[in-house]
Nanobody, 115 residues
Framework: QVQLVESGGGLVQAGGSLRLSCVASRSVDSIHTMGWYHQAPGKQRELVAAITNGGGTKYEDSVNGRFTVSRDSAKNTLYLQMNSLKPEDTGVYYC?????????WGKGTLVTVSS
């Protein structure tokens, strides 16, 4: 099993930055893929960024060049650096870990971007 706890959300003006963190209950090196999902108000949860334990990354088109996903093995933490934030980035951001083909989720952290 993997427990995930997100933090770092908040209120920011458009054009600003935030860094989200997700602390895992086990070594992130043991987790094949970790990612961040965004759920906008009234919409489905969607993947925005993912990283494998081999260091491979992928991004949803709308955040490519603005968001950066990374992981710190020493701290068992996944990060999402979000720059040039837009009002459409508003929503709850969930951390995900795919561990032996099972998906684990955190409770989410709310990001609000004002125009």
């Amino acid at each position: 099993q993997v427990q995930l706890v997100e933090s770092g959300g908040g209120l920011v003006q458009a054009g600003g930055s935030l860094r989200l963190s997700c602390v895992a209950s086990r070594s992130v090196d043991s987790i094949h893929t970790m990612g961040w999902y965004h759920q906008a108000p009234g919409k489905q949860r969607e993947l925005v960024a993912a990283i494998t334990n081999g260091g491979g990354t992928k991004y949803e088109d709308s955040v490519n060049g603005r968001f950066t996903v990374s992981r710190d093995s020493a701290k068992n933490t996944l990060y999402l650096q979000m720059n040039s934030l837009k009002p459409e980035d508003t929503g709850v951001y969930y951390c995900n870990a795919n561990f032996f083909a099972v998906d684990y989720w955190g409770k989410g952290t709310l990001v609000t971007v004002s125009s």
